[in-house]
């Protein structure tokens, strides 16, 4: 059921790309195109749809794991609203590593999909659990990330 599972979230991933391309040729169009602005927006609003549908079927195989799903992307979405008025000069991700976490002082080690430090050392995190935390520099160790 896991490489099902997977599959649902491979096929997500590249129906969301696809759409977020499309948007893009929606902004290039000329806005006298009217006719081309309405397929553009069609075929979007079925993406959207094939993906609702997609996340029903990972639903009904395994609820848990489409509330984490749904978990992660809730986070996903205030860790982009914190990141705006951040700057950030070091980001890690599980994605690009395989590996993500920070150290607090106490050597206790906090497991993350992102976790990104700022000019100051204050630190913004996304939990394996789909929770965004903020951490004071004071908390931890300066070389968190690796």
Known sequence: MRSKIKGLLQKINFIETDMELHKQILVSIPSDNTAEMETIVRKIADQKQQINALRLDIKSLDEDEYNKIIAIE?????????????????????NET?????????????????????????????????????????LVKQEAIE
């Open 74 to 94: 809730r986070a996903a979405g205030i860790f982009r609203q914190i990141a705006r008025d951040k700057k950030y000069v070091q980001v890690n991700t599980l």
């Open 98 to 138: 395989g590996e993500c976490f920070i150290t607090f002082n106490d050597d206790t080690r906090l497991e993350c999909l992102v976790a990104a430090k700022e000019e100051n050392g204050n630190w913004t995190v996304l939990t394996l659990e789909g929770e965004t935390k903020e951490y004071p520099s004071g």
